[in-house]
Every structure is written in C-alpha cells, then in structure tokens.
C-alpha cells in the first residue's frame, strides 16, 4: 500500500496530497512517502528501495540507543544495549516491511538523545537543543501528533518526578520552538489548503478518535486488546524479554538505593555518589515520599537513569488507555527495553562489588536465576509441542497468527482458513525454534553459572539472531496469505491495456495490486476503513462500486477481472450468473475470476 502511494506521488509530481490508487489519503503524514520517493526517482520503484526507510532507521536507532546507553550505562552499556535492540525479533522484522514506525521510533529516540546532552550539559552549544527540536519536528512528519506527544511526556514526567527543570531551559526554547514549527507547518497548512475537510479528518478522526477508539468514519480493522499488547511485546522482544523482570528488579533496587544512600548522607551532612543495590530494608528506613525529597542532593547523571523507565512507561500506558493499537505500536519503546536490560548486563545498575566491567554479583545471581528459569520453560513448552503436536490444525495455527498479526484478524473474521498443510510446516518451524532456544538458554545459563557473563551474552545475541533466520521461512510460507504479489503476476500475465480490475472489500488489504500491475483498481463494496473519506472527493467516487453497479459491469462488453479472498456465501460473487465466473485460480488466501474465458 504505502509502495503504491509512493509511486502515485512521484508519477503525479504532487509531494503534498497523498493519494492511494488515485483516492486521497490522510492516515498518515509524508515523511516517508517523501523519502521513499526520492529513492524512487533515483534508484527506481522495486521492493529493495520500498524498505530501504525502514532498514536505514533501523541502523540509525541501533546507532542512538548506543549513544544513549554510553552516556547512560558507559561504553559497555550502550554496546550491549545496541546488540540487545538489533538481535530482537521486532527490529529486523520491521526493517523489512514498508511502514512508518522505524522512522518515529529512531526520531523520538533521537529526541530524547538530545534532551540527555542538555540534561548532562555535554559539549556542544547547539548539538542538543538540535537533536531535541529536529527529532520532534520529523518525528511528527513521521508519524502524526504522537510525534509531539511521546517525547514531551517522557521528559515532563522526568521533571516531575526529579524536581529538575534546568535542562529545559538548555533546551533553548526559544529557538527549539519555531525549528519544529518551521517542520511542522508547511505541510499541514497546504494540505488543508488543497484538501477541504482535511484538518477535521486528520487532527480529530485520525488522532483523537482514533485514540479513543471510536473513530466516525467506518474502520473494520481489528485492535489488539491490551493484555494482547503486552504478551506479543514479550514475544517481539524475544529473547531478551525473559529478562526484563530481573532488569526490573534492580532498576527499583537502584533507584531505592539512591535515595536510601542520599537520605542519609543528607542528615550526616555528607554527600556521596551511587554505590549499590539496597540491603533489605530495616526498621527507620525513608518511604517513598521521604526519597522522592532527596532526589535534590542526587547527581544529575543518576536521576538521568529515571529518563528509561519513565520512557517505557509513557509507550505503554499510552497505549494501554488506547481504544486502538496494534502489536507492533510497542516499537519505540524497544531502545529504553534494550537500555535496561543492557545496563543489567554491563553492570550499569549499579553494584561497585565484583570484576571491572562484569555485572555485580547479586545481578549477576539474579540473571543466571532468570536463564535457568528460561531454559527450565523452553524445555518444558519443547516438550508440550510434541505432546500437541495433533493440535496444530489450520484453524489453531490461523487463530494463534491472529494474535500477533491483524491481518491475520481480518482473515480469521472473514471466515477464511489456511492451507491444510500449513499446520506441520509450521508445528516443524516452531519445533526447531524451540530447539535452538532450549539449547541458548541452556548454554547461557551454565556460563552465567560460570561467572562468564560476556559469554553467556554472546550465547544469546547468537540465539535470538539464528532465531530471527529461522523464522523468515515461516515468513515465506504466510506471505501468499497477506500478500498480493502472486495473484498480481497473474493478472500482468493476462490483463489488458482496456481491461478492468476489481479488488472485493477495502483495498488495503490488496494495497499492491496497483503497484506491481501498473492498473487502475476498482472496488466494490470496500468503502469501509482509511479511503472512506477520501472515496467523498469528486475524482474518487466512480472508483467505488455497490453491487449492483458490479453487476452492471460484469456483464457488461469489457473484460473484468474480480480479485477476492472471500468464500463464496459472503462474496459478491453470488449476485452473478455463474455461467459468467471463470475461475483462473487460486493465490495464497486470493481468487481471481473474470468474466471472459
């Protein structure tokens, strides 16, 4: 779909009006689209330069999450924290898929970069007033008012909680002010101009009733409820999420031990630096109030580390209140993830006790705890896959993919089933995953046994790349079910210069027919979803088709080809003579037909 856009923007010259199949599109701003299209016009349309703005983001939020990890955790912790965000199962995933999420996420991580120079008044007048101001401006052409959103609450609430203001004034306000204005509203402003109804659609049905959940114009997608946004984080984050709750754990036990170890230094007269985890609370220890006052006498550099777990938060309970999210919204959050963990591993949380550069001991008893735990469930989920084994129908696997995947959910509604053989190619799949991660855990476990905790990382950053390989097969064998690049070769091999292509329910879900045929494509009874509005401006309404307009056209002298994924009682294909279906086959989840032989 956004190929598509990006090809209509360059052949029609207009980079302000996004159109999608020649019907105008508002969903989302242009950032992409124009970056994507600039690659167009040098190296031309293919699918390498379709995602090449979602693998060079990718790269770039690799690079920021080091930068902020060193300035963060050391050198250690951001080299880690880097691995630990390109070795996940999300990041690389992204990277091969047109969307826009790599792009704000590697905007607003270079945002709060910029906010951490100013915080720790780093060298370089401009350098992070720039980052700050340039990472918003973008991120909001990137992704919407989110872009606006995320970051000033992640750095609001850090100066909430830390009574500390003085980095906002080195943000230079003044100046940072009308740099993202300057960003921000030439764009908008034109496209209101050119498109009536525009700010309406996009400022308040776009953002705020999207939020809500209870968009005016008629969307069938299908969000992910928000306990279904957290598993499938864990599982996007793989393998590093099974560490998270030791990551947790002594996050809360350094940040305790800050304000322990600053409470009583304050009432001796005394001022000392961070020196560990907390020992277990006795009788006179400070509450949480009580700690919260002694954050005044705390280095800036060690409140800073608040800035992480504030991050996360800010993602997730966005998007926890949100009446609409997908799986993969979790992205942004990933680096502040990667940071956490990776300060586990570099010794970043915080013990002074234990070999240069490894983690502390109770850290490092904590990690190899939660490994053995890892490995003891990988053995066991190993062991129950086999036991299962006769569970892996079609109807299980599809109902399994619907969960992580709305595309997934639109075919599980629409009553479409996968191939029968699917099952064991996946069961073989999942088997094999399961096998490799049996056997990382298994050997990272004994290492950090072993007091060998670089090793054992390594063990893992090993696993959950091999992991990553292993899965793009699965990928291949789903892609004839979202894609239509199979039943577009078909149509190239057959269509004509004067022949019509129509495409049953919202083209969405077929947004690559245009790009890989070259072909108008009609629709018919598809006004539901992000072309809704669009569909109301003169030059797109004919493009729209009821049924009996369909019908009328089916039987009329052009040849028509009919792309549809739906069975046949729910398919427009029962209002017609069945002397007049021909069937040309069968694409993944796809039908094609046509009215001539």
């Known amino acids: 779909m956004y190929a598509t856009i990006t090809q209509e923007m360059v052949s029609s010259g207009d980079w302000v009006t996004l159109r999608f199949d020649g019907v105008r599109y508002f969903e989302k701003p242009p950032l992409w689209f124009w970056l994507t299209a600039l690659g167009y016009s040098i190296l031309g349309p293919s699918e390498f330069t379709t995602r090449l703005w979602s693998a060079l983001p990718a790269l770039g939020l690799v690079l920021v999450t080091y930068l902020l990890g060193r300035r963060l955790i050391g050198d250690q912790g951001g080299f880690y924290a880097a691995l630990i965000l390109a070795s996940n199962f999300l990041l690389p995933l992204s ?68 009574g500390e203001s003085a980095p906002l004034g080195r943000l230079r306000p003044s100046l940072g002010i009308p740099l993202v204005l300057l960003i921000v509203l030439p764009w908008h402003l034109m496209a209101a101009f050119r498109n009536e109804g525009f700010l309406w659609y996009y400022l308040m049905e776009n953002h705020v009733h999207r939020f809500l959940g209870n968009r005016i114009v008629p969307h069938d997608d299908i969000p992910a409820s928000t306990m279904g946004f957290l598993a499938v984080t864990a599982l996007w984050f793989f393998p590093w999420s099974v560490l998270l709750p030791p990551a947790f754990v002594g996050f809360i036990g350094r940040v305790r031990g800050l304000f322990r170890d600053q409470k009583r230094d304050l009432s001796s007269g005394a001022r000392v630096a961070f020196s560990g985890y907390p020992r277990v609370a006795g009788e006179g220890d400070p509450s949480w109030s ?44 990933f680096p502040a993830l990667s940071l956490m963990v990776g300060g586990l591993w570099a010794g970043g949380l915080g013990l002074s006790s234990g070999p240069p550069g490894q983690p502390p001991k109770a850290a490092l008893t904590r990690t190899t705890l939660w490994l053995a735990l890892s490995f003891a469930g990988a053995a066991l989920y190993l062991v129950l896959l086999f036991l299962w084994k006769g569970a892996f129908t079609t109807e299980h696997v599809l109902a399994g993919l619907a969960g992580v995947n709305v595309s997934f959910r639109v075919l599980l509604k629409q009553g479409i089933n996968l191939p029968a053989d699917f099952g064991p190619q996946v069961f073989s799949l999942l088997a094999l995953c399961e096998l490799f991660a049996l056997v990382g855990f298994g050997v990272a476990w004994l290492l950090s046994w ?8 390594g063990i893992l950053v090993v696993m959950g790349v091999a992991i990553g390989l292993l899965i793009l097969p699965f990928f291949h064998l789903l892609e004839p079910h979202y894609s239509v690049k199979a039943v577009s070769s078909a149509l190239v091999a057959q269509v004509g210069p004067e022949d019509l292509i129509v495409h049953e329910g919202r083209l969405e879900r077929g947004g690559g027919l245009r790009f890989y045929t070259g072909h108008q494509v009609y629709i018919v009874n598809g006004w539901e979803g992000s072309l809704r509005f669009g569909s109301g401006y003169p030059e797109a309404r004919h493009l729209f088709l009821g049924t009996a307009e369909f019908v009328h056209l089916w039987e009329g002298p052009s040849r028509v080809f009919l792309v549809t994924n739906f069975p046949l009682e729910r398919s427009i294909r029962r209002f017609l003579k069945s002397q007049t279906v021909h069937e040309l086959g069968l694409y993944g989840s796809r039908w094609l037909f046509s009215n001539r032989e």
Request: glycine share 10%; proline share 4%.
């Open 450 to 457: 072993l007091r060998h905790p670089g090793l054992s990382f």
């Open 95 to 162: 990277a091969r898929r047109a969307s826009t999420d790599l792009l704000f996420s590697f905007f607003l991580a270079l945002a709060l970069y910029g906010f951490v120079l100013c915080a720790q008044e780093a060298k370089g007048f401009l350098q992070g007033p720039l980052f700050f101001s340039l990472g918003i401006g973008l991120a909001v052409l990137a992704k919407g008012l989110t872009g606006l959103l995320f970051p000033l609450l992640i750095v609001g609430l850090y100066v909430l909680v830390t």
């Open 290 to 333: 009580d700690e919260i006052k002694a954050l005044d006498g705390i280095r800036t550099d060690e409140r800073l580390w608040l800035l992480v777990p504030l991050w996360v938060l800010v993602i997730f309970g966005v998007f926890a209140v949100s009446g609409f999210k997908h799986e993969y919204y979790s992205l942004p959050a």
